[in-house]
């Protein structure tokens, strides 16, 4: 089955400064990469996805890349915000999400 | 974007009883629902798979008879804790997915037992 791996486990980073989430996949079936934050006890909220036919996606200050060849996808935040701060998941599916471990983003005022 | 609504958000029940969870496709029809277990600071684990009409698939070590999931309609997923006990308290998170792999989440229920 997939496995997914993300990192870092945690980051923090200075209001205003960019921040950067990795993850690797090991099925090459998988064609669907969705970005998830999660803050404190709720529900993952999607924030943007990809697909595999398409390399790079942005929608305002966040943007997703994936290198296929590699097999793995970033997520880009830029211009962070204290509401920023959250745990964010990426995923990536054949069929159904497999969820990395998850990272916990701290935006510092 | 689509919504999920998953109720109750919060609730505590008594070792040896049932607790039933609500997860609903408000604006979308959802062919298939997750149903997810998340430990503290830890990622969702999932526990099963239902589509409309037919018998949930769950995961190698879910308890199918202690996790019942019913999939009604095709905008409502019910998930029963049946003779709850301590260790069966966490969090619990319900996703409907609309096309191909979308999923969408509900905002989850802690779910305590005492």
């Known amino acids: 089955g997939e496995n997914v791996e993300q990192h870092p486990s945690t980051l923090s980073v200075q209001e205003g400064d960019s921040a950067v989430i990795k993850c690797t996949y090991s099925?090459?079936?998988?064609?669907?990469f969705p970005w998830y934050k999660q803050e404190l006890g709720k529900g993952p909220q999607l924030i943007i996805d990809i697909r595999s036919n398409v390399g790079e996606k942005k929608d305002q200050r966040i943007a997703v890349t994936l290198n296929k060849t590699a097999k793995h996808f970033s997520l880009h935040i830029t211009e962070t915000q204290p509401e920023d701060s959250a745990v964010y998941f990426c995923?990536?599916?054949?069929?159904?999400?497999?969820f990395g471990s998850g990272t916990q983003l701290t935006v510092l005022p | 974007g689509a919504v999920v609504s998953q109720h109750p958000s919060w609730v505590i029940c008594k070792s040896g009883t049932s607790v039933k969870i609500e997860c609903r496709s408000l604006d979308f029809q959802a062919t298939t629902m997750f149903w997810y277990r998340q430990f503290p600071k830890q990622s969702l684990m999932l526990m099963a798979t239902s589509n409309e009409g037919s018998k949930a698939t769950y995961e190698q070590g879910v308890e199918k008879d202690k996790f019942l999931i019913n999939h009604a309609s095709l905008t409502l997923s019910t998930l029963t804790v049946t003779s709850a006990h301590p260790e069966d308290s966490s969090f619990y998170i319900c996703?409907?997915?609309?096309?191909?792999?979308?999923?969408?989440f509900g905002q989850g229920t802690r779910l305590t037992v005492v």
């Open positions: 099925d090459s079936a998988s064609n669907y």
């Open positions: 995923a990536a599916s054949p069929e159904q999400l497999t």
């Open positions: 996703s409907a997915a609309r096309t191909g792999s979308e999923a969408f």
